[in-house]
């Protein structure tokens, strides 16, 4: 089977960077995903890494490394609106996604 | 352009008692999903929907069962729900291959 491990929680200010680690189990996959859930609300799809490499999507940036098992979600230039909980998840074949069990980031003023 | 509906948005059922969920998409979407997630969890498979017609078990599918009623729809349906089957469900839905998963508002089911 596959499994993805993530920091319960990260803390940080305003305005700072911030690096959400997320290292898997599996047999194979295609991808990884991160996605943003704010409370009682639905996923919503930050990036995705076919490759190993940095994938840059406006302040957000996601790396795997594939020999490492291991991949990162890097926030910068934090915002109040951004705490909220991050997932990574696996992409294991029609898009059939196994999700971490979450990372809670939390932005103090 | 709704994206992905789902109905309810909140149940409480008795211990036994049946319902279904109900999802729809209207980005004529070829796969659709069915998550589940438990308080300070990740949300994991029930069963999914690779293209209309077919639909296949993902990591906790039992004590459910599913419908992909047309290319737009895709229902889960409880027989006999358990107080284990408390928790938020989510439908999602894909278009082509690579392209993200798109997920509904989730239903909240509470099973007393």
């Known amino acids: 089977g596959q499994s993805l491990e993530q920091p319960s929680e990260v803390t940080a200010v305003e305005g700072a960077i911030v690096q959400i680690n997320c290292t898997y189990q599996?047999?194979?996959?295609?991808?990884l995903s991160w996605y943003q859930q704010h409370d009682g609300g639905a996923p919503t799809f930050l990036s995705y890494?076919?490759?190993?490499g940095l994938e840059e999507t406006g302040r957000f940036s996601s790396f795997l490394s594939r020999s490492d098992s291991y991949g990162y979600l890097l926030l910068q230039e934090l915002q109040m609106k951004d705490s909220a909980s991050y997932f990574c998840?696996?992409?294991?074949?029609?898009?059939?996604?196994?999700f971490g069990t979450g990372t809670r980031l939390l932005v103090s003023p | 352009n709704a994206g992905v509906t789902q109905t309810p948005k909140f149940q409480v059922l008795k211990t036994g008692q049946s319902m279904t969920l109900q999802c729809a998409q209207d980005?004529?979407?070829?796969?659709m999903y069915w998550y589940r997630q438990d308080p300070g969890m990740g949300l994991r498979l029930i069963y999914y929907s690779a293209s209309e017609g077919t639909t296949d078990k993902g990591e906790v599918p039992n004590g459910y069962n599913v419908s992909r009623l047309n290319k737009r729809e895709f229902s889960l349906r409880l027989e006999s729900a358990a107080p284990s089957q408390t928790s938020v469900y989510f439908c999602a839905s894909r278009g082509l291959p690579g392209e993200t998963q798109y997920f509904g508002p989730g239903t909240r089911l509470l099973v007393l």
């Open positions: 980005m004529n979407h070829n796969s």
């Open positions: 998840a696996l992409n294991t074949g029609f898009q059939k996604l196994v």
């Open positions: 599996t047999s194979g996959f295609y991808g």
């Open positions: 890494n076919a490759l190993d």
